[in-house]
């Protein structure tokens, strides 16, 4: 039997890194199909990312995409500081755009597992 090759660390991240991006790409095509227009996507400020940013009316919501094997574990992946990094970064993006100034704000997580993607609409508020 020949003998397996071990991936290096480059590789695994490399891997993580297409896994992320199809996890965002499933949740940007969901949030279209919804109605929303995906305005961002991996916007980055100092001190944070937000995977996706999309509009549908009047509200903006700043989406946080976690992939796992289950969604539950995706959803707990979003820790306090995740969010306090994703709601500076947000207030990076707001205050460069005015014309957001009057939208309702929203915090999502996209949970992506093998199962499918679950949606947590409003996961949590700023400040929280």
Do not use: C
């Amino acid at each position: 039997r020949p003998r397996r090759e071990s991936r290096t660390v480059s590789d695994r991240r490399r891997d993580a890194e297409q896994l992320g991006r199809r996890a965002e790409w499933r949740v940007a095509v969901l949030y279209a199909l919804r109605g929303y227009q995906i305005v961002e996507r991996r916007f980055r400020a100092s001190g944070g990312e937000i995977d996706l940013i999309a509009r549908r009316g009047r509200v903006i919501a700043f989406i946080e995409v976690k992939r796992r094997d289950k969604a539950d574990d995706a959803i707990l992946a979003v820790t306090p500081a995740n969010r306090r990094r994703i709601e500076r970064a947000s207030e990076h993006y707001l205050s460069h755009r005015p014309h957001f100034a009057e939208f309702a704000v929203r915090f999502d997580i996209a949970a992506v597992s093998r199962f499918g993607v679950r949606l947590v609409r409003d996961a949590w508020r700023s400040g929280e």
